[in-house]
């Protein structure tokens, strides 16, 4: 039995609060969605669906397909049952393999022993059956075993990722507190854009979000930037199906004849950085960069679009009062250069966000590094109907 054309239970995760688009995403390519939780969805596939799920998909960080699930009350219960598993029929000989693991059992209190007792289970079984003792490590370049433990019950996964897919792979410089690239996809899948009007990325930074909206635009895949998965150690990998995979991903990237994507930052070296990274993700030539206050970012008159900005949040007393100022300028710009656009402001400090001064639509839930964030979308009317302030309408919902 193969597990690359032998369907079985696939948990794709994601980071905290980005699984709806995810989700989208994963039913665009033709899967079912069993369920969705907070961090992930589950479906039903072979290894081969893995190899399009983790070419394909821009939200995702794992691709973990489902081997076993064990009762286990501490570690020798999850030894005993993965010392008796095939893993011969899994790892090549000879064979490198890693172990990472997400663990909330009580007899844990630190999960590096779990991942020695998985580690020791799988290297017994393999010298028992071989002679010979498989390679192991943390880098996560070869056959990579992720375990799931919570109370008592444990499941097994061939995690076919490796490498988180979160980090698309183009980007060579991040910048200043960077925005992750599955999480600058979700964000703009959460917009209003179509994909063909223009999208205005002031305070661009190293360039994320204007380098993934030129990447969505174009349907240009993240399987283009990275030649490494941990599914190609599997024994039983055959590289035919994976070079088909790419070969769709080459054919489905679209021109988008008159695309205007303005990225601006009054950072000469952010925008050295950012061009770079648009050079390595093949779109700098769809993105328009200058150096320029917000303000005088060039905005394309007569026609509606997306205005993304992610100003900084303030941390310091000095900073929140500085950054009062900014948010208010960022309303003033809004209104008066970005009429007929949706604006939207990605923040992780909502007092901050009250002084621009717009009313908005829609607050969108985030979730970077340990921030709670929101995106706000702002519907900017041009001259056909008056801006109105908070204050004017009662409080914000």
């Not at 223009?198 to 993240?222: D, Q, Y």
């Not at 328009?288 to 007393?317: H, Q």
Request: with cysteine; hydrophobic share 40%; proline share 4%.
């Amino acid at each position: 039995m193969s597990l690359f054309t032998t369907k079985g239970p696939i948990t794709i995760t994601c980071h905290k609060r980005i699984a709806p688009y995810l989700e989208q995403e994963v039913k665009e390519l033709g899967f079912e969605i069993e369920d969705t939780f907070v961090t992930g969805v589950r479906i039903k596939g072979t290894i081969n669906d893995c190899i399009k799920l983790n070419l394909n998909l821009r939200c995702a960080s794992q691709v973990l397909y489902s081997l076993k699930k064990i009762e286990a009350d501490n570690a020798d219960d999850i030894y005993n049952a993965l010392h008796h598993y095939p893993w011969e029929n899994i790892i090549p000989d000879p064979g490198y393999f890693s172990v990472t693991s997400n663990v909330m059992n009580d007899t844990i209190n630190n999960s590096m022993f779990a991942n020695l007792r998985v580690k020791d289970a799988v290297v017994d079984r393999l010298r028992a059956k071989r002679g010979t003792r498989p390679n192991t490590g943390a880098e996560l370049t070869g056959v990579v075993i992720h375990l799931f433990w919570k109370n008592e019950e444990a499941e097994i996964f061939i995690d076919t990722s490796g490498d988180s897919l979160a980090r698309h792979g183009y980007r060579k410089i991040p910048g200043r507190a960077p925005m992750l690239e599955a999480l600058a996809s979700a964000t703009i899948y959460a917009t209003r854009w179509d994909r063909v009007s223009p999208f205005v990325n002031p305070m661009c930074g190293s360039g994320t979000v204007a380098i993934e909206a030129a990447l969505i635009a174009t349907n240009t895949r993240p399987g283009l930037f990275r030649l490494n998965y941990a599914f190609m150690h599997l024994q039983g990998y055959n590289d035919d199906l994976y070079q088909e995979e790419m070969a769709l991903l080459d054919k489905q990237i679209k021109d988008v004849p008159g695309l205007e994507i303005i990225a601006t930052d009054y950072s000469d070296m952010a925008i050295v950085n950012a061009k770079k990274n648009a050079v390595a993700a093949g779109v700098a030539d769809l993105i328009k960069f200058s150096v320029c206050d917000f303000e005088a970012t060039e905005v394309p008159k007569s026609t509606s679009g997306i205005m993304f900005m992610n100003p900084e949040y303030g941390e310091r007393l000095g900073e929140q009062e500085e950054l009062e100022a900014t948010y208010s300028r960022i309303g003033d710009f809004m209104k008066k250069k970005c009429g007929g656009y949706f604006g939207y402001i990605f923040t992780g400090n909502l007092e901050l966000a009250k002084k621009i001064g717009l009313k908005a639509k829609r607050r969108i839930e985030f979730y970077t590094s340990t921030i709670d964030c929101r995106m706000m979308e702002y519907e900017l009317y041009d001259g056909s109907r008056r801006m109105v302030r908070p204050q004017e309408e009662g409080p914000q919902p």
